[in-house]
């Protein structure tokens, strides 16, 4: 399979990787990822999974993890549904020249939702009144940031405008969700670490890589909406 050209990102690979399994949607028809009803439905109705004695939420580190929220706001083009991803600046401390959902640190006076808005709002300028909260997928974590990140799913009412908060975001996409389950789009790979080996996502667009915490939130809407 030739891949697209998946921009500019280095990605750290460890001396030790394989490539993983091919998702079960390679074989299906991926059209509802093309219909925007369809998309919210199957978005709004996920029951979201909070095993806190997964393998991954007892992790004594995430106990004192900071909770982040980021915002995966489903936008209506006309040729189906699109979501929000921006790409970090270079200098960034943690994750620099990722791409990334908007969002950031949840405040002590704030719920997750409350915090995904407002990060949108200050890193892309992203209108509050727009944004409809449908639901959430799963927790997960990120130790390089110390992060327990919970994805909240909302709808974006009409065609946003968007005005960067030029220190964090370098640019803001659109991207299609049919455009992401295409074969020469999406791979995963199992990476050796010395706890266990990790599952990496890869979503390798024309000119951008989307991995990491991104890569695998998208692989799980993904998976929800194709279910």
């Not at 409809?132 to 799963?138: A, P, S, T």
């Not at 992401?180 to 979503?203: C, M, S």
């Amino acid at each position: 399979m030739i891949r697209r050209r998946g921009g500019n990102q280095v990605i750290p690979r460890p001396s030790s990787w394989r490539e993983g399994e091919e998702p079960s949607w390679f074989s299906h028809d991926c059209s509802d990822t093309r219909n925007t009803p369809h998309v919210l439905n199957a978005l709004s109705s996920y029951v979201v999974n909070r095993h806190e004695d997964s393998a991954e939420m007892s992790q004594q580190w995430v106990l004192t993890a900071r909770v982040s929220a980021v915002l995966v706001g489903i936008v209506d083009l006309p040729d189906g549904p699109a979501v929000i991803l921006t790409r970090r600046t270079d200098h960034l401390r943690n994750h620099p020249g990722q791409i990334s959902f908007p969002g950031g640190r949840v405040e002590e006076s704030e719920s997750v939702h409350e915090a995904a808005v407002r990060e949108a709002h200050e890193e892309v300028g992203l209108d509050p009144e727009s944004v409809h909260i449908i639901g959430e997928l799963d927790p997960l974590t990120t130790f390089v940031s110390n992060s327990l990140i919970v994805p909240v799913v909302a709808r974006i009412e009409g065609i946003p405008s968007f005005i960067l908060q030029e220190e964090e975001v370098a640019r803001v996409m659109l991207t299609p969700l049919q455009d992401l389950v295409r074969k020469d789009t999406y791979h995963n790979e199992w990476w050796a670490r010395p706890q266990g080996d990790i599952n990496i996502h890869f979503f390798e667009l024309d000119d951008e890589t989307v991995w990491g915490a991104t890569g695998r939130i998208l692989r799980q809407l993904i998976d929800v909406v194709l279910a």
